[in-house]
């Protein structure tokens, strides 16, 4: 069985320019997230879903970040404008109910 | 809010030595996970433990759910190991993963 798929890999744009990146979950998991990692440190929640519905965003900054999961299975995430700080690891893992999470290899985000 | 703290921070070790990473956390979880983390950022799950231990292959995960406190132990360590290993908590209800700042082992031959 496939696991999290995440897309690109690696991605270096200038600042001030628009970036995404795309998360395809474990078939049949209901619940994902959105982690943002910075080097050195543990990944950190940017955004949980549960099927289609955003229940926990408190950590997403609003201003530049958005996040879409229409009809509950793929995600994006969206920077617009880019910073130089937000140069990190994004990581993409989903779950079933209470089960354990499965991460995807990340996308590693280079600002310039 | 849940604290995971790990230690150590860095650990070199020579091949062949038995390697321990520890954490701790604060509040009652309902599963304590272990993770590996190869450069390039992507994140492989070791194990998932809510109480006892866990082995699979050189790999053994415990876990105290009265001390708040799980180990995860490498026998025969080999240059492969080296990686960082980070330590997660998931409390009732799917509030999320609270991870640990990691561990970044270097096994030299």
């Known amino acids: 069985e496939a696991g999290v798929v995440q897309s690109p890999r690696y991605k270096i744009i200038e600042k001030k320019q628009p970036v995404a990146f795309w998360c395809n979950p474990i078939s049949g998991h209901n619940t994902l997230y959105w982690y943002r990692q910075n080097l050195g440190q543990g990944p950190e929640l940017l955004i949980r879903?549960?099927?289609?519905?955003?229940?926990?965003d408190s950590q997403l900054p609003k201003d530049r970040f958005s996040a879409e999961r229409l009809k509950g299975v793929d995600s994006t995430l969206k920077i617009q404008p880019a910073e130089l700080g937000d140069s990190a690891v994004y990581l993409c893992?989903?779950?079933?109910?209470?089960?354990?999470?499965?991460f995807g290899q990340g996308t590693r985000l280079t600002v310039v | 809010k849940n604290e995971v703290e790990q230690s150590p921070q860095n650990l070199t070790a020579q091949e062949g030595e038995f390697i321990t990473i520890n954490c701790s956390y604060s509040?009652?979880?309902?599963?304590l996970h272990w993770l590996q983390q190869h450069p390039g950022g992507g994140i492989v799950s070791l194990f998932m433990l809510s109480s006892g231990k866990k082995k699979h292959g050189r790999l053994i995960a415990t876990i105290n759910i009265q001390e708040k406190h799980s180990s995860l132990h490498i026998t025969a360590s080999h240059p492969r190991d080296s990686a960082v290993y980070i330590c997660a908590a998931s409390g009732g209800g799917a509030d999320g993963l609270t991870f640990g700042k990691g561990t970044h082992l270097i096994i030299q031959p």
């Open positions: 879903y549960e099927n289609e519905e955003a229940v926990d």
């Open positions: 509040v009652g979880i309902s599963a």
């Open positions: 893992a989903s779950s079933f109910a209470q089960g354990g999470a499965f």
